[in-house]
């Protein structure tokens, strides 16, 4: 061996006995979720998220990490991704499990007993309230399993499980089956109404219904419209906003999403319609991506009702006719309000026999904020997201709660898809007050209750049927609360 040679062995050998200095990314590896059902397998810049069951493991999302941004941070061993107002924690595993590593086939992915049974496991894994409703679920599993075969049709199989989220008298669930389902649906009803002669065309208006029915952004505006003398409204129509008599500011609020600026497409707007473009659009989202989207949406409008009502003595919110969307969306509207950060609300996850840790749900202050009076307005059809903003007012003092009890429908809806392709969800989030009241079902509480229809028409005609008393008791109202100030 030449002495070149000997020199080249020798350096081979120190090198080899260096320690690799290559940064190890703290990421990588398996995460459990506390209380979603859900595993995650981060390797470098990508991460591939499994929904688990204890009979399932199926691919829900897989793509780059860097889309969570900062929502995503590693402390003590735990995972944290910010979605929202929730901070989801995710432990770490040591592998994923047998299940994630098979292939489902075509034929089981349609199987009806197999997607039941990922529907079931789901469900009794996941759902907060069995106790509160009192429900048997093993009872009502039974039944409903054995009503299906593996020859059980697609919509055979829908109603089995629309049924299984009535019976379990879930306020969040939901069931949305593909175009393939909704085109039976519909081929089943033209044939039933064919069969019972109703196919003919009506050439007569007399077989119309005289009743009318009022959609929820149709009464709101009916309202708005009413209420305002001065109406300041621009750029939107998911917010009006204005001043009433006395230098009362009123803004109406009908929603808790489609603030975000996705830039959907002209075509995809005409072609499917606003709602449904911009669903699709923000299903190619990561989700806390999205859900920031909304926020910053909704503060810039924000930013332009607070200065154009910044000399109201008072401002009247008004969320009656508001079903939910995002949480976020919510408390950033409230933050306009709110002087100081406080703690509003507190939740928890189910998962399995217990909860997952307690979080506090924080409302940032604004220096800017209106502190001077203002009352939220309130009914039954105040849902979700919507309900999430009155809880948290009851911890701001200058706000007064007028109207109803809302929806009592405050879980956030774990949202899932099931091996078909079928999109559902479930509450599994016990959301509560500062003193651990949980106000599902019975809903958040007002200062002054109007004592609203429950039911959705009964309310809405109510209200339209007289506006000007129904304007006049929520002044009534507002000169009450101010008075005992």
Same mark, same amino acid.
């Given at each position: 061996?030449?002495?070149?040679?000997?020199?080249?062995?020798?350096?081979?050998?120190?090198?080899?006995?260096?320690?690799?200095?290559?940064?190890?990314?703290?990421?990588?590896?398996?995460?459990?979720?506390?209380?979603?059902?859900?595993?995650?397998?981060?390797?470098?810049?990508?991460?591939?998220?499994?929904?688990?069951?204890?009979?399932?493991?199926?691919?829900?999302?897989?793509?780059?990490?860097?889309?969570?941004?900062?929502?995503?941070?590693?402390?003590?061993?735990?995972?944290?991704?910010?979605?929202?107002?929730?901070?989801?924690?995710?432990?770490?595993?040591?592998?994923?499990?047998?299940?994630?590593?098979?292939?489902?086939?075509?034929?089981?992915?349609?199987?009806?007993?197999?997607?039941?049974?990922?529907?079931?496991?789901?469900?009794?894994?996941?759902?907060?309230?069995?106790?509160?409703?009192?429900?048997?679920?093993?009872?009502?599993?039974?039944?409903?399993?054995?009503?299906?075969?593996?020859?059980?049709?697609?919509?055979?199989?829908?109603?089995?499980?629309?049924?299984?989220?009535?019976?379990?008298?879930?306020?969040?669930?939901? !069931?949305?089956? @593909?175009?393939? =389902?909704?085109?039976?649906?519909? #081929? %089943?009803?033209?044939?039933? $109404? /064919?069969?019972?002669?109703?196919?003919?065309?009506?050439?007569?208006?007399?077989?119309?219904?005289?009743?009318?029915?009022?959609?929820?952004?149709?009464?709101?505006?009916?309202?708005?419209?009413?209420?305002?003398?001065?109406?300041?409204?621009?750029?939107?129509?998911?917010?009006?906003?204005?001043?009433?008599?006395?230098?009362?500011?009123?803004?109406?609020?009908?929603?808790?999403? !489609?603030?975000? @600026?996705?830039? =959907?497409?002209?075509?995809?707007? #005409? %072609?499917?319609?606003?709602? $449904? /473009?911009?669903?699709?659009?923000?299903?190619?989202?990561?989700?806390?991506?999205?859900?920031?989207?909304?926020?910053?949406?909704?503060?810039?409008?924000?930013?332009?009702?607070?200065?154009?009502?910044?000399?109201?003595?008072?401002?009247?919110?008004?969320?009656?006719?508001?079903?939910?969307?995002?949480?976020?969306?919510?408390?950033?509207?409230?933050?306009?309000?709110?002087?100081?950060?406080?703690?509003?609300?507190?939740?928890?996850?189910?998962?399995?026999?217990?909860?997952?840790?307690?979080?506090?749900?924080?409302?940032?202050?604004?220096?800017?904020?209106?502190?001077?009076?203002?009352?939220?307005?309130?009914?039954?059809?105040?849902?979700?997201?919507?309900?999430?903003?009155?809880?948290?007012?009851?911890?701001?003092?200058?706000?007064?709660?007028?109207?109803?009890?809302?929806?009592?429908?405050?879980?956030?809806?774990?949202?899932?898809?099931?091996?078909?392709?079928?999109?559902?969800?479930?509450?599994?989030?016990?959301?509560?007050?500062?003193?651990?009241?949980?106000?599902?079902?019975?809903?958040?509480?007002?200062?002054?209750?109007?004592?609203?229809?429950?039911?959705?028409?009964?309310?809405?005609?109510?209200?339209?049927?007289?506006?000007?008393?129904?304007?006049?008791?929520?002044?009534?109202?507002?000169?009450?609360?101010?008075?005992?100030?």
């Amino acid at each position: 061996m030449t002495l070149y040679q000997r020199l080249v062995l020798l350096a081979l050998f120190i090198v080899s006995c260096q320690p690799d200095t290559t940064p190890v990314n703290p990421l990588n590896g398996v995460w459990k979720s506390l209380g979603s059902g859900r595993m995650m397998y981060i390797e470098d810049s990508n991460y591939h998220l499994y929904d688990l069951t204890q009979v399932s493991c199926l691919s829900n999302r897989i793509s780059s990490i860097q889309e969570f941004g900062d929502a995503l941070k590693v402390e003590k061993d735990t995972l944290n991704i910010t979605i929202g107002i929730i901070t989801y924690q995710y432990i770490r595993a040591e592998q994923l499990p047998e299940l994630c590593f098979f292939d489902i086939s075509p034929a089981k992915k349609e199987d009806p007993l197999y997607n039941f049974e990922v529907f079931a496991a789901t469900i009794q894994e996941h759902h907060a309230f069995f106790d509160l409703n009192g429900i048997e679920w093993d009872s009502i599993y039974s039944v409903q399993r054995n009503k299906l075969t593996q020859q059980s049709t697609p919509l055979e199989l829908f109603e089995v499980m629309e049924t299984t989220l009535a019976l379990i008298k879930d306020n969040h669930g939901f !069931l949305e089956g @593909d175009d393939a =389902l909704y085109a039976s649906m519909e #081929e %089943q009803a033209e044939k039933l $109404s /064919a069969e019972r002669g109703k196919h003919k065309e009506v050439e007569s208006n007399e077989m119309e219904s005289s009743i009318k029915e009022y959609g929820d952004f149709e009464i709101a505006k009916m309202v708005a419209d009413h209420y305002l003398k001065e109406d300041k409204t621009k750029d939107s129509w998911l917010m009006q906003w204005g001043l009433m008599e006395n230098n009362i500011g009123y803004i109406q609020i009908k929603a808790m999403w !489609l603030f975000a @600026d996705l830039n =959907l497409k002209k075509e995809a707007i #005409e %072609q499917n319609g606003y709602v $449904s /473009a911009y669903v699709d659009a923000f299903h190619e989202l990561n989700e806390a991506d999205y859900i920031k989207r909304e926020a910053a949406g909704v503060s810039v409008l924000m930013e332009q009702i607070m200065k154009d009502l910044q000399s109201a003595d008072q401002i009247i919110l008004d969320i009656r006719f508001n079903g939910g969307g995002q949480d976020k969306v919510a408390l950033e509207i409230l933050r306009h309000f709110n002087g100081i950060d406080r703690v509003v609300a507190q939740e928890k996850l189910r998962m399995g026999n217990t909860f997952s840790p307690i979080q506090k749900i924080e409302l940032k202050g604004l220096e800017s904020a209106f502190t001077r009076p203002v009352f939220l307005l309130t009914s039954p059809q105040t849902g979700s997201a919507a309900e999430a903003m009155s809880l948290a007012s009851l911890e701001i003092p200058h706000i007064k709660r007028i109207g109803s009890p809302t929806a009592g429908a405050l879980s956030t809806a774990l949202e899932k898809k099931l091996p078909n392709g079928w999109d559902f969800a479930i509450s599994n989030e016990y959301y509560m007050g500062l003193n651990d009241q949980l106000y599902e079902n019975i809903g958040v509480p007002v200062d002054i209750d109007m004592h609203y229809a429950k039911d959705r028409q009964a309310f809405f005609k109510s209200i339209a049927n007289d506006l000007d008393k129904d304007k006049q008791l929520v002044l009534e109202a507002v000169d009450g609360l101010s008075k005992k100030e």
